[in-house]
């Protein structure tokens, strides 16, 4: 199993929903956040000098199985590619175990369904 985790720009969040729910990943977890990165971006206006370093983003969660793992990374990187510095970056791990709260039941080398 990998867990992917993404980090995009706010505007692509559409899309790349779409895309995943297109390849059958129904349920993920995402969040809105504040990066500082090296975005340059027009830093006046109406006068007035703003911080431009500060990114507003969506990271997007979720586990999946080996072998969807690649169609999801590739879906992520249609849908939220502009081509511009600040696209985001995609991190993949691999998922040893996981534990069910309700049952405390412990899966190693677990297989899941998308």
């Known amino acids: 199993m990998k867990k992917i985790e993404t980090i995009i720009r706010s505007i692509q969040f559409e899309a790349v929903r779409k895309a995943l729910l297109q390849l059958g990943i129904e349920f993920f977890t995402y969040s809105e956040l ?3 990165g090296s975005e340059k971006r027009d830093s006046h206006f109406r ?3 703003y911080e431009t370093r500060i990114i507003p983003r969506i990271s997007i969660s979720f ?4 072998e969807i793992a690649q169609g999801a990374v590739d879906s992520i990187l249609k849908a939220a590619h502009c081509k511009e510095q600040g696209d985001g970056k995609i991190y993949i791990s691999t998922i040893d175990e996981i534990v069910n709260i309700k049952t405390k039941e412990l899966k190693n080398n677990v297989t899941i369904k998308n």
């Open 34 to 36: 504040t990066g500082v």
């Open 47 to 49: 006068g007035t000098e």
């Open 63 to 66: 586990v999946c199985s080996d």
